[in-house]
């Protein structure tokens, strides 16, 4: 085994490495937000007593959890355009990345939702607020401070997720790391650093959402 490690490749385009990151970062925050929004609207639909708003909540999520996110990038990229839908690349990505941690933060803040007791709404309305206002004021607060070590792990997961960007061309971290493997032949020292860059990057997220909930926590 004559292999001799030598970085001086992967330094010299180093720069392209942090480009890469730097659009990883972005897809994952658009499609967070995004999937933040679906997953709300779909988590009230899941606890909703109305079949006609938690039967198409339901099957949605079951449909998106239970696919491969690489089976739907690669649908959106190339079988849409065939039905006359045609999105770029990171359009498409960011479509799909959002529908998909929409299905699973919709789990989430089901589960936060039902972790709420029932009284606080009662004591809501007893007061004079409308549904609309024990939602946004009460429940909704309450469900996020709940959810938020969950909310987490979905967080940096949906990160990670970014790298199958790199099957459509989407100039992401993993596939300017490709790029540089495939110009220079250094294969370990590429994947060395472009992993390095990941778990640094995730360990920061961590870092970050372990300390929003620091702030967020009830003091007892």
Known sequence: MGYTLNFAAVWRNFDQLLEGLALSLGLAFVSILVGVLIGLVVAFALISKHRIASWPATSY??????????????????????????LGKIESFVAVLSIYSGAYLAEVFRGGLLSIPKGLSEAGL???????????????????????????????????????????AVPELTFEARKINV??????????????????TCTALAALMRLAERRLAVVR
Request: charged share 10%.
């Open 61 to 86: 999520v079951t449909v998106i959890r239970n696919l491969p996110i690489l089976v739907l990038v690669l649908f959106a990229y190339f079988a849409l355009p065939q039905m006359g839908v045609r």
């Open 183 to 200: 110009e220079s032949f250094r294969v370990i020292e590429t994947w060395i650093v472009a992993s390095g860059l990941y778990v640094v």
């Open 126 to 168: 007893a007061i004079g607020l409308t549904p609309m206002q024990i939602r946004t004021s009460i429940i909704m607060p309450l469900m996020l401070r709940n959810v938020l070590p969950s909310l987490s792990s979905t967080v940096i997961s949906l990160f990670k997720d970014t790298s199958l960007a790199a099957a459509i």
